[in-house]
């Protein structure tokens, strides 16, 4: 089992709201490069959306069960069938989105009992729980052209580390780059 995180980042590091639905100032950089660079598997998950567990926040997969469950193709229908958990102490309810189910317990705990891959998309939260903790894999980051001057950042609080870049691929105006943490 490996844990993957994968985020959407400016080029100072921010991860805070790339789609501008959180109405932050610098809000919405990824899309302002054109809906292809955010469209399709960009982070070449492949397979892993078949086998693994996408595990998200309260936050991310309320936006996601808003966009996704409506849209069809290649990928939407294999976002959509993915296996899907979700952390959150407040929901109750996840039947908006097909094979959610909420997280009960510790978010640690549950991820190290789990079985399957673990891909964290966005939920920069549970990315950083799980980073401090030393779960982390993986890293795919899509990097895009932009500055946001202030925001959340991926690696806040984060302890220094050396990570091992595997590749680095060019994503329209994006740059896809993946590191491994051991």
Do not use: C
């Not at 920069?124 to 980051?141: F, K, P, S």
């Amino acid at each position: 089992m490996s844990v993957i995180v994968v985020e959407f980042l400016t080029l100072d590091g921010v991860v805070e709201d790339p789609d501008g639905s959180g109405g932050t100032a610098a809000g919405g950089w990824a899309f302002r490069h054109g809906p292809e660079a955010v469209a399709g598997d960009k982070f070449r998950l492949g397979e892993l959306l078949d086998t693994g567990v996408l595990l998200f926040g309260r936050t991310t997969w309320e936006l996601f069960a808003k966009l996704w469950p409506g849209r069809s193709g290649e990928f939407p229908d294999r976002l959509n069938a993915a296996a899907k958990l979700v952390a959150s102490r407040t929901l109750e309810d996840v039947t908006a989105w097909q094979n959610s189910v909420l997280l009960r317990g510790d978010l640690v705990d549950a991820v190290e009992r789990e079985e399957r891959d673990v891909i964290v998309i966005g939920s920069v939260g549970v990315a950083q729980t799980l980073g401090r903790r030393g779960l982390v894999d993986e890293y795919r980051l899509l990097v895009f052209p932009s500055v946001a001057g202030e925001g959340r950042r991926l690696f806040d609080g984060a302890a220094p580390a050396d990570l091992r870049l595997v590749s680095t691929t060019q994503a329209g105006p994006a740059v896809l780059s993946t590191y491994r943490t051991r």
